[in-house]
């Protein structure tokens, strides 16, 4: 690695700490990169988990605040996305190399109508609740905790747009203020990025200049993202998430 490409990935991990913490998709910044400087793309993309794992440690710590008084709802989706993301990181090593990349845009277009429409569908979820006298489920049941494995196992294979996925999910299946769902989906990404990593560290291949590299950067991105993305009202985090998602959209259907 020549001192110029390993600026490129120092660089890419900052801008995917950030983006990461405040949305996710981080990954469609620094895999190509590591493509880029001639990585393979198993190689480059378990060094690239490993190397996310201390961005998303710092957008936790960033978020903390948002997380108290969430232990009992932690504790389920985290076991969720432990189980998800080491089933995923699984996938990767026994799956043909773009297995998930025919239905990744799919799964994007499907999370942004969610994310898009989630004041509206939510507010006529809990008028019919009225209307029937029901009640929902304080942690979304079991419809939600389904959907977060599946994203998780997403998130353990490749995780291009995992956040996107968890937010609009959360978003529809729980009553809660975006910028808490936001600090779950970053301790939920923490945890399929750390448990797929401990796993790549006994089985699989990885760069470690790289994945320093992206660590270092990561961290501070991280913070970076944790501070603004705390600052920015509902509706404009909401219209980040979207702008960030369609970019996905683009950046994967050109690949």
Not at 27 to 55: D, E, K, M, Q, Y
Not at 76 to 95: D, K, P, S
């Amino acid at each position: 690695m020549t001192f110029w490409e390993a600026v490129a990935v120092f660089a890419a991990g900052i801008g995917a700490g950030t983006i990461n913490t405040v949305v996710g998709s981080g990954t469609l910044i620094t895999f190509p990169v590591l493509l880029s400087i001639g990585l393979p793309p198993v190689t480059a993309n378990v060094s690239n988990t490993l190397g996310l794992v201390p961005g998303s440690a710092s957008g936790v710590l960033g978020y903390r605040h948002e997380l108290r008084g969430r232990r009992r709802r932690v504790l389920r989706f985290g076991a969720t996305a432990l189980i998800g993301g080491l089933t995923g990181a699984v996938l990767l090593l026994t799956l043909p190399p773009g297995a998930f990349h025919a239905i990744v845009p799919v799964l994007i277009v499907l999370a942004l109508i969610l994310v898009v429409l989630q004041p509206r569908l939510s507010a006529a979820i809990r008028a019919r609740r009225e209307h029937t006298g029901s009640t929902a489920h304080p942690d979304g049941g079991l419809v939600l905790l389904t959907g977060l494995l599946l994203a998780s196992v997403y998130g353990g294979y490749f995780g291009a747009a995992q956040g996107v996925l968890y937010i609009s999910l959360m978003g529809l299946l729980l009553d809660d203020d975006l910028q808490r769902l936001n600090a779950l989906k970053n301790l939920l990404a923490l945890l399929v990025n750390g448990v797929a990593a401990v796993f790549f560290l006994f089985v699989a291949d990885f760069h470690w200049p790289a994945v320093l590299l992206i660590a270092a950067g990561s961290a501070l991105g991280g913070l970076i993202g944790a501070t603004v993305g705390r600052r920015l009202p509902p509706r404009a985090l909401r219209a980040v998430i979207v702008l960030v998602g369609i970019a996905a959209i683009v950046r994967l259907l050109l690949d």
